[in-house]
């Protein structure tokens, strides 16, 4: 009887927080400029290299031309990662999700606004493993939008943010194995 040896792939789970810098795009004059945003996402794979997950996003970002408008989006969305070893410690990794966004438009002197929309984040990062369990990364993704409804978008005729990118750092928990 001949013996060997069976390496099973193991599930992976990942999950992390970030902050960086988020731009929403929309229509001139009334571009919004580059804000501060945070998130986190959490993730599972059948195998380290494809996780699926969950991911949160919340930007504040002000009008460029105006003090006064300012808007906060908050994102949730599926996405998918497809993660590249390059070494032992380093990991490249490239994602694509879908996610609805909610805004709420704050106007000097007038009610706060909301309104919705939908974005496909497309991006791509680098993890590198600190600790057996801890990484820290850094990510990067365009972020279009499509399909705007709410008041912000209808009645108060606001431009539409039509996409956008953003850049963040973060840490996160990796299991590749267990």
């Known amino acids: 009887m001949l013996c060997g040896t069976h390496t099973a792939q193991a599930a992976a789970v990942n999950s992390g927080i970030e902050a960086g810098v988020v731009k929403r795009t929309t229509s001139s004059p009334s571009d919004l400029d580059m804000g501060f945003g945070y998130g986190a996402h959490?993730?599972?794979?059948?195998?380290?290299?494809?996780?699926?997950?969950?991911?949160?996003?919340?930007?504040f970002n002000s009008e460029a031309n105006d003090s006064s408008v300012s808007a906060l989006f908050n994102t949730l969305g599926l996405r998918t990662k497809l993660v590249l070893p390059v070494t032992?410690?380093?990991?490249?990794?490239?994602?694509?999700?879908?996610g609805t966004t909610w805004a709420r438009y704050r106007i000097t002197n007038e009610p706060t606004i909301s309104g919705h929309s939908w974005e496909t984040p497309i991006g791509l990062g680098v993890g590198h493993?600190?600790?057996?369990?801890?990484?820290?990364?850094?990510?990067?993704?365009?972020?279009?939008?499509?399909?705007?409804?709410?008041?912000?978008y209808t009645s108060a005729h606001l431009p539409h943010p039509s996409g956008g990118w953003s850049a963040v750092v973060g840490f996160a928990f990796d299991i590749s194995e267990f």
């Open 129 to 152: 493993k600190v600790f057996e369990l801890f990484q820290l990364y850094a990510e990067g993704a365009y972020r279009p939008s499509f399909s705007f409804g709410g008041t912000a």
């Open 42 to 59: 959490v993730e599972v794979g059948p195998i380290p290299e494809l996780n699926f997950g969950l991911y949160f996003l919340q930007s």
């Open 88 to 98: 032992s410690n380093i990991k490249a990794y490239g994602f694509v999700g879908i």
